[in-house]
């Protein structure tokens, strides 16, 4: 099993309106980055999210995404998720920006895909029927594949159109293309990842053994895949959560009991309005339930909300991920009740003590998915003109 940080642009409270704030939030999330990349960690995702004010600033994750590339050395990193509605980003700028990663990370890039975090994002861009989406992302997840393949590409379809042949540049840093994954917020989306070929992205709003099914679900689909959407089969379950690992125990599970934790989710419960959720949780601007004893903590962690505790009590705990099939685990930082530096900590902590418990292998497993990669399309989709140049330029680069 693999692990991964998640970040998302999160500033609550009055620091969502002070841009000083804003820029040193950057600041802290690419150095998680850095740090995570030392210790072991083999992802960092990066949401991507517009208009929901303290949840998520994170509105060009491809930015950092190239400024952490640069920054970093091993750890693979994702978009979880780029919006494919080709009212929120057109799919040949997907298809330009996905390529484009592949080789500013040389090939660490990780293609998360979805249709948005709920009715009030997508209303940004004049889309009032969260439902609509749905039927873009089905038809732009089959046609980006193809944008990477072909150099004359042209489409003519429900949601978008090419008109006439172009060459979408650049492609992927071949061979293969970005592994490609969705966001399964609703059940019956993991079914269809694994159908499709492609990893799952599952959220950990509810006890982690309620995913069980699901998650059986995407596997019995995904080894019945003989038509994957892209060019290789991405096998792979990543699912969120929190953790608190500290050397000491009475330490992290004093953090857990911190006043304000729970913040974040009942901004999820405000914003995310196409995932469900348990009902009578606090929305925002509700004040989160508070911890009220150690028997509560022992319950949260026990039916898989959060991981909490010393290495050796986080091993333990990770074991139930390991039980209902998760492939990859990514916890969300900063954390409500975890400081900067106390992040830092863990991420060093867990890195070195709790991962190589779980992940001895050096390579990723979508770089082992990746090599497997077949091209699907013709290079051309239409007879080819003899054309010739007599002269280059001197410094053309010649293979």
Same mark, same amino acid.
């Given at each position: 099993?693999?692990?991964?940080?998640?970040?998302? $642009?999160?500033?609550?409270?009055?620091?969502?309106?002070?841009?000083?704030?804003?820029?040193?939030?950057?600041?802290?999330?690419?150095?998680?980055?850095?740090?995570?990349?030392?210790? *072991?960690? !083999?992802?960092?995702?990066?949401?991507?999210?517009? $208009?929901?004010?303290?949840?998520?600033?994170?509105?060009? %994750?491809?930015? &950092?995404?190239?400024?952490?590339?640069?920054?970093?050395?091993?750890?693979? &990193?994702?978009?979880?998720?780029?919006?494919? /509605?080709?009212?929120? *980003?057109?799919?040949?700028?997907?298809?330009?920006?996905?390529?484009?990663? +592949?080789?500013?990370?040389?090939?660490?890039?990780?293609?998360?895909? $979805?249709?948005?975090?709920?009715?009030?994002? #997508?209303?940004?861009?004049?889309? &009032?029927? !969260?439902?609509?989406?749905? %039927?873009?992302?089905?038809?732009?997840?089959?046609?980006?594949?193809?944008?990477?393949?072909?150099?004359?590409?042209?489409?003519?379809?429900?949601?978008?159109?090419?008109?006439?042949?172009? *060459?979408?540049?650049?492609?992927?840093?071949?061979?293969?293309?970005?592994?490609?994954?969705?966001?399964?917020?609703?059940?019956?989306?993991?079914?269809?990842?694994?159908?499709?070929?492609?990893?799952?992205?599952?959220?950990?709003?509810?006890?982690?053994?309620?995913?069980? $099914?699901?998650?059986?679900?995407?596997?019995?689909?995904?080894?019945?895949?003989?038509?994957?959407?892209?060019?290789?089969?991405?096998?792979?379950?990543?699912?969120?959560?929190?953790?608190?690992?500290?050397?000491?125990?009475?330490?992290?599970?004093?953090?857990?009991?911190?006043?304000?934790?729970?913040?974040?989710?009942?901004?999820?419960?405000?914003?995310?309005?196409?995932?469900?959720?348990?009902?009578?949780?606090? @929305?925002?601007?509700?004040?989160?339930?508070?911890?009220?004893?150690?028997? +509560?903590?022992?319950?949260? #962690?026990?039916?898989?909300?959060?991981?909490?505790?010393? %290495?050796?009590? @986080?091993?333990?705990?990770?074991?139930?991920?390991?039980? =209902?099939?998760?492939?990859? =685990?990514?916890?969300?930082?900063?954390?409500?009740?975890?400081?900067?530096?106390?992040?830092?900590?863990?991420?060093?902590?867990?890195? /070195? !003590?709790?991962? %190589?418990?779980?992940?001895?292998?050096?390579?990723?497993?979508?770089?082992?998915?990746?090599?497997?990669?077949?091209? !699907?399309?013709?290079?051309?989709?239409?007879?080819?003109? +003899?054309?010739?140049?007599?002269?280059?330029?001197?410094?053309?680069?010649?293979?």
């Amino acid at each position: 099993m693999e692990f991964g940080i998640f970040l998302n $642009g999160y500033l609550p409270g009055p620091a969502s309106r002070d841009t000083d704030c804003e820029h040193e939030m950057f600041r802290r999330e690419i150095e998680l980055v850095v740090t995570a990349d030392r210790h *072991n960690w !083999k992802y960092a995702w990066f949401g991507e999210h517009h $208009g929901l004010t303290e949840y998520s600033h994170c509105s060009a %994750p491809e930015v &950092l995404l190239g400024y952490c590339a640069h920054a970093t050395e091993r750890i693979h &990193l994702g978009s979880a998720i780029m919006n494919l /509605s080709p009212r929120v *980003n057109h799919p040949v700028r997907n298809a330009e920006r996905v390529a484009t990663l +592949d080789h500013l990370t040389d090939r660490r890039y990780e293609w998360g895909t $979805g249709r948005g975090a709920g009715s009030h994002e #997508i209303a940004t861009f004049d889309i &009032l029927d !969260k439902d609509s989406t749905k %039927p873009e992302w089905n038809e732009v997840i089959r046609e980006i594949p193809r944008m990477f393949e072909q150099r004359d590409y042209a489409f003519h379809g429900d949601h978008f159109t090419v008109p006439s042949p172009h *060459n979408v540049l650049p492609k992927p840093y071949g061979p293969g293309h970005p592994p490609i994954w969705v966001a399964c917020g609703n059940p019956a989306t993991f079914a269809t990842a694994g159908s499709l070929g492609i990893g799952a992205i599952a959220f950990n709003f509810e006890p982690v053994y309620a995913l069980a $099914g699901r998650i059986d679900a995407y596997k019995e689909a995904v080894a019945n895949c003989a038509e994957p959407v892209g060019q290789y089969v991405n096998n792979n379950v990543m699912m969120t959560n929190a953790v608190i690992c500290l050397a000491d125990r009475a330490r992290a599970r004093e953090v857990a009991m911190r006043a304000g934790r729970g913040y974040l989710y009942s901004m999820v419960c405000l914003y995310h309005d196409t995932m469900p959720h348990p009902e009578g949780v606090p @929305v925002w601007p509700e004040p989160p339930f508070p911890l009220r004893s150690e028997e +509560d903590l022992d319950r949260l #962690i026990e039916d898989g909300w959060l991981l909490c505790g010393d %290495p050796d009590e @986080v091993c333990e705990q990770v074991t139930r991920y390991q039980r =209902v099939g998760c492939d990859q =685990v990514v916890f969300g930082v900063p954390s409500d009740s975890l400081s900067h530096d106390e992040v830092l900590e863990m991420l060093e902590l867990f890195g /070195s !003590k709790v991962i %190589p418990h779980f992940d001895a292998d050096p390579v990723h497993s979508t770089t082992r998915h990746r090599a497997t990669a077949t091209p !699907k399309f013709p290079e051309f989709a239409n007879p080819v003109p +003899d054309l010739s140049v007599s002269m280059l330029p001197t410094n053309a680069l010649i293979r």
